[in-house]
Structure formats: C-alpha cells, structure tokens
C-alpha cells in the first residue's frame, strides 16, 4: 500500500469486522509493530479517540475539572461553553466521571479530544453509546473541523455527507473511493451478501497482512 492523508481530508476507513482497521490505526499511532514506512508532515499533532477511551477517563475528577485540567490559556474561558456544547451545562458540570452514563462519559472523551490542539483526528467508532442528538452535535462538530479525520464507524448516518473519501479494506489492500457513502454502501453490502463470514484465524491472518503490506503511509 502507498497512501497519502492531505491535510483537511475527512477519510471514512471501512470494511468487514477483522479485515484490520484498528490495525492499521494501531500502527499509525505507535501501538503495534509494522512492517513498512509511516510519514507525518510538519508538526502533524495526533488526538486519538480509541473505543475504549470513555472508559480510561478519571472517574474521581468532575466533568469540568475534566477539561479544565487540559485548558491552557484563553480556552480556559471556553470551557463552560464548549461543555454546554456538548450537552453539560448547570450542575451537570460538578458530577464526578464515576456515576456517569457511558453516553454521557463518550460524550465528554469526544469534549476532551476536540479541546486539544490536534490537527489529525483518529476516531475508532466515535458514536457507541451515543444517541441520536448526541450524534449530530459530534456530527456538527467534525464537519467544521479543520483538521484532517480518519474515521472508523460503522453508522451509515453518521458517515453520510462527513467523509471526502473513503479508504475500504479488503484483502490485506486498502482501495481509495472518492464516490458517495451510500453507493460505496450498496456495493459493499452486496459483496458482503456473497462472502462467508470470517473465522478469527482468518481475521489474524489479515490484521497481520495489513502490518506487512504498509509499504508507505503519509500523512
């Protein structure tokens, strides 16, 4: 593979369960061995929202001491209203991480990520746990986002009219499709139709293939 990430492109990366999309996020974040050659452009600062990141906040801080550890200079006058973007606001801001919901702790890791000065957003399915307000508030956000997004989820909704492009995984190749979210969809699905469903040796087999092919990524 010889991919290249422009600068402000929102890329969808899509494909069946095990075909190595969390590989591949893992290997441009550091957090797996690779075979191949990763480039970032000049200070490219990455935010990565794993599935699991709700669930790595403190539990013991409040909501708004949440961000407000993260504030630096005049965004510390933003906080209130950038949580009451994302739906906290009154005395929601003084509950402790621990009792809340996992929609409301989602809400407040994605509060987080987007506070921070990143210019390359990873997001590995963003939207679990989340309702439907709550998506088109994260929606509404990444669309104005300046940034460049490489995003995983499997909400059809949620994607449609987001991504420029979108990278689909197949076959330990990633194939770069710059038509529209539904018709990419439609001819997915029906090859899907076609095909038997993965065994987990099957999966690992591909995750490892992703590794080995990674000939150049440039971001």
Same mark, same amino acid.
């Given at each position: 593979? #010889?991919?290249?990430? *422009?600068?402000?492109?929102?890329?969808?990366?899509?494909?069946?369960?095990?075909? *190595?999309?969390?590989?591949?996020? =893992?290997?441009?974040? *550091?957090?797996?061995?690779?075979?191949?050659?990763?480039?970032?452009?000049?200070?490219?600062?990455?935010?990565?929202?794993?599935?699991?990141?709700?669930?790595?906040?403190?539990?013991?801080?409040?909501?708004?001491?949440?961000?407000?550890?993260?504030?630096? /200079?005049?965004? @510390?006058? #933003?906080? @209130?209203?950038?949580?009451?973007?994302?739906?906290?606001?009154?005395?929601?801001?003084?509950? =402790?991480?621990?009792?809340?919901? /996992? /929609?409301?702790?989602? @809400?407040?890791? %994605?509060?987080?990520?987007?506070?921070? #000065?990143?210019?390359? !957003?990873?997001?590995?399915?963003?939207?679990?746990?989340?309702?439907?307000?709550?998506?088109?508030?994260?929606?509404?956000? !990444?669309?104005?986002?300046? /940034?460049? %997004?490489?995003?995983?989820?499997?909400?059809? #909704?949620?994607?449609?009219?987001?991504?420029?492009?979108?990278?689909?995984?197949?076959?330990?190749?990633?194939?770069?499709?710059?038509?529209? !979210?539904?018709?990419?969809?439609? @001819?997915?699905?029906?090859?899907?139709?076609? +095909?038997?469903? +993965?065994?987990?040796?099957?999966?690992?087999?591909?995750? =490892?293939?992703?590794?080995?092919?990674? =000939?150049?990524?440039?971001?």
């Amino acid at each position: 593979m #010889d991919l290249v990430l *422009g600068r402000g492109e929102k890329v969808a990366m899509l494909g069946p369960n095990g075909v *190595g999309k969390s590989t591949l996020i =893992k290997a441009i974040t *550091g957090e797996t061995n690779y075979d191949g050659k990763i480039e970032f452009g000049h200070n490219v600062a990455i935010g990565y929202f794993a599935q699991d990141s709700a669930e790595k906040l403190n539990g013991e801080k409040t909501v708004f001491e949440t961000i407000d550890d993260i504030a630096t /200079g005049e965004k @510390r006058k #933003d906080i @209130r209203n950038i949580l009451g973007a994302f739906l906290f606001s009154g005395e929601e801001i003084d509950k =402790k991480v621990k009792v809340l919901s /996992g /929609g409301e702790r989602t @809400r407040l890791a %994605i509060c987080k990520l987007l506070f921070q #000065d990143f210019n390359f !957003l990873i997001m590995d399915e963003p939207t679990n746990h989340l309702d439907l307000n709550s998506k088109e508030i994260l929606k509404d956000a !990444l669309a104005s986002y300046e /940034g460049t %997004i490489l995003l995983v989820s499997h909400d059809r #909704d949620f994607l449609d009219g987001l991504s420029t492009k979108i990278w689909e995984i197949q076959n330990a190749q990633i194939r770069t499709h710059y038509f529209g !979210l539904n018709e990419f969809l439609e @001819r997915i699905n029906a090859s899907m139709n076609e +095909q038997p469903v +993965q065994t987990k040796s099957v999966q690992e087999e591909s995750e =490892k293939k992703i590794r080995q092919s990674a =000939k150049k990524i440039r971001v």
